[in-house]
């Protein structure tokens, strides 16, 4: 489990915030790096989102 001073703060909406910011930086690298989305990649990138946002928020 990742400590919640990963985000700096225990406000889920102020780390919902930045874990758009991550996944929009990986999303754009993928996209720089394979020119395409692969459903598998949408999903890796929702999973992580995801997984970011409900430890924020609960950790």
């Known amino acids: 489990m990742l ?3 990963l ?3 225990n406000d889920c909406a102020e780390a919902n915030f930045w874990g758009v910011l991550i996944i929009l930086f990986f999303v754009a690298l ?9 459903w598998y990649i949408r ?3 929702l999973g992580f989102y995801s997984a970011m946002v409900f430890v924020a928020c609960t950790a």
């Open 7 to 9: 985000w700096g703060t």
């Open 30 to 38: 993928a996209a720089i790096f394979t020119k395409v989305y692969p």
């Open 43 to 45: 999903v890796l990138f």
């Open 3 to 5: 400590p919640k001073t």
